[in-house]
Nanobody
Framework: QVQLVESGGGLVQAGGSLRLSCAPSGSISSIDVMGWYRQVRGKQRESVATVTNRGSTNYADSVKGRFTISRDNAKNTVSLQMNSLKPEDTTVYYC?????????WGKGTQVTVSS
């Protein structure tokens, strides 16, 4: 079964930057929508940013102007450039790829922003 594998998490000071990347563990023909999600303790998992295979993007209000999502359709990879990070961005970030009849998730990568 194909999974998505995240990389790029880590520890950074407030105001700093990190870049998350996600790639499939096996061969996938195509993925309609790819995105990044996060779940802060005590809250539901939320969509941080998504991008369709046509390049249409959507961002959570809390990250607009700070985060940028991009993807490579040929490789089915997706990245998230995170700038001006805040302590409240600290949590595990999950990669997701979904469409008609499929829904792939990664195991997550930890992002920690110190104040």
């Amino acid at each position: 079964q194909v999974q998505l594998v995240e990389s790029g998490g880590g520890l950074v000071q407030a105001g700093g930057s990190l870049r998350l990347s996600c790639a499939p563990s096996g061969s996938i023909s195509s993925i309609d929508v790819m995105g990044w999600y996060r779940q802060v303790r005590g809250k539901q998992r939320e969509s941080v940013a998504t991008v369709t295979n046509r390049g249409s993007t959507n961002y959570a209000d809390s990250v607009k102007g700070r985060f940028t999502i991009s993807r490579d359709n040929a490789k089915n990879t997706v990245s998230l450039q995170m700038n001006s990070l805040k302590p409240e961005d600290t949590t595990v970030y999950y990669c997701r790829g979904f469409g008609g009849g499929y829904d792939y998730w990664g195991k997550g990568t930890q992002v920690t922003v110190s104040s």
